[in-house]
């Protein structure tokens, strides 16, 4: 024997899980990250540097603009004269700091918010789903008490 929910409750079920999939669907088309694709720059060691020192930073040059400027990477242990795709901040003014390319934060790609959203929907499905189901079980035990209940109260007479 089934709960039956009232058509209320069900509208709120039905509305909790279309907010949930308006948000979901809100946080996938959202403004992501506006950078997108990190734009890279090829950078020379001139001064490696041990990597157990207190400035562990390498120094690289790297050509930005029509200008060659040295810079600090954030990084140490590389050769002399090693080639290096570093990412440079946005102001180059005076002394800064880049990164090796393949560590610098990048967007989030459409695939990865997608899979992101489905498996949320997924998870939110299946609670409702156990929910349901756990509605069922206890309206079966209850109606079998219930059952038990009546037995023990009124046995059946036999002639």
Known sequence: MAV???????????????????AAAVVLWGPGDAR???????????????CGGVDAYDRVELRIGDQTRTAKLDGCGHRQDEVIAVVAPADTSGD???????????????????AAMLTCLSGLAGGLYAHL????????AS?????????????????
């Open 4 to 22: 039956r929910l009232s058509p209320v409750r069900w509208a709120l079920v039905l509305l909790v899980v279309g907010l949930a999939g308006v």
């Open 36 to 50: 997108g694709e990190v734009p890279s720059v090829e950078a020379t060691v001139v001064a490696p540097a041990s």
């Open 96 to 114: 800064f700091t880049v990164q090796v390319a393949e560590s610098a934060p990048a967007a989030v790609s459409f695939k990865i918010r997608l």
């Open 133 to 140: 189901l756990g509605r069922r079980s206890q309206a079966t």
């Open 143 to 159: 109606a079998d008490a219930a059952k038990e209940l009546q037995d023990v109260v009124t046995p059946e007479v036999k002639p």
